[in-house]
């Protein structure tokens, strides 16, 4: 019953995972930045724009606010990612 819509969220997840990698990828680029020059893991003005830039991408109206919430988790989890990975080269 769900076989055709579960094939096509496979196949856009894979996707996404090679997207979000390339991110991450760039993410740690920022944390060797900051951690070289003492700046800090957050910045709330530019997730301010990363958040309205995204959900001015959005098509559906529908999604923004979805679109919001998943950028918003992926840069608490970009966070966290850059402060351990900041601890762990102390
Ligand atoms: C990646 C950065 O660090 C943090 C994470 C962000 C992100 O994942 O997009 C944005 C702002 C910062 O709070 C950054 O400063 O650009």
Redesign the pocket.
């Known amino acids: 019953m769900l076989e055709k819509q579960r094939e096509k969220i496979d196949t856009l997840d894979k996707q996404l995972v090679s997207l979000i990698e390339e991110?991450f990828d760039?993410?740690q680029e920022?944390?060797d930045i900051?951690q070289q020059h003492n700046i800090p893991?957050?910045?709330?003005e530019?997730?301010k724009r990363?958040i309205q830039k995204v959900q001015s991408y959005v098509k559906n109206p529908e999604y923004r606010s979805v679109m919001g919430q998943v950028f918003q988790s992926?840069?608490d989890v970009?966070?966290d990612f850059?402060k351990e990975k900041m601890e762990k080269q102390d």
């Not at 893991?41 to 709330?44: A, G, I, N, S």
């Open positions: 991110r760039v993410v920022v944390a900051k893991v957050l910045d709330d530019r997730e990363v992926m840069m970009s966070k850059q």
